[in-house]
Nanobody
Framework: QVQLVESGGGSVQAGGSLKLSCAGSGGTYSSYCMGWFRQAPGKEREGVVGIGSDGSPTYADSVKGRFTISKDSAKNTLYLQMNNLKPEDAGMYYC?????????????????????WGQGTQVTVSS
């Protein structure tokens, strides 16, 4: 059974940095597509960045140039380096994953593209 556990959230001032981690278990993550989503209070959960099973990323326009996704398949861990954080980046950050057997998995920024979800880690950004 696939399990995802996020960590690394916290409180930072605007302009600061955080690195989130998502540790996966129960699968061979080298063939998975994975992504990061966030949800602010009263708002819909939105895609931040996805990475396909071929390693190609798709970033939301709001985070391009500031956030970087990476995946360590040997450790079954997904990372999100967040730089130059803004108050509007605050929210609960969720890790997500999906797999299509041996086929290519795109991932992307839509919730429907993912079957497995973590519990989230909170990010707070003060101005």
């Amino acid at each position: 059974q696939v399990q995802l556990v996020e960590s690394g959230g916290g409180s930072v001032q605007a302009g600061g940095s955080l690195k989130l981690s998502c540790a996966g278990s129960g699968g061979t993550y080298s063939s998975y597509c994975m992504g990061w989503f966030r949800q602010a209070p009263g708002k819909e959960r939105e895609g931040v960045v996805g990475i396909g099973s071929d390693g190609s990323p798709t970033y939301a326009d709001s985070v391009k140039g500031r956030f970087t996704i990476s995946k360590d398949s040997a450790k079954n861990t997904l990372y999100l380096q967040m730089n130059n954080l803004k108050p509007e980046d605050a929210g609960m950050y969720y890790c997500a994953a999906n797999v299509w057997g041996g086929a290519y998995c795109y991932g992307g920024l839509l919730r429907a593209g993912y079957a497995y979800w973590g519990q989230g880690t909170q990010v707070t950004v003060s101005s």
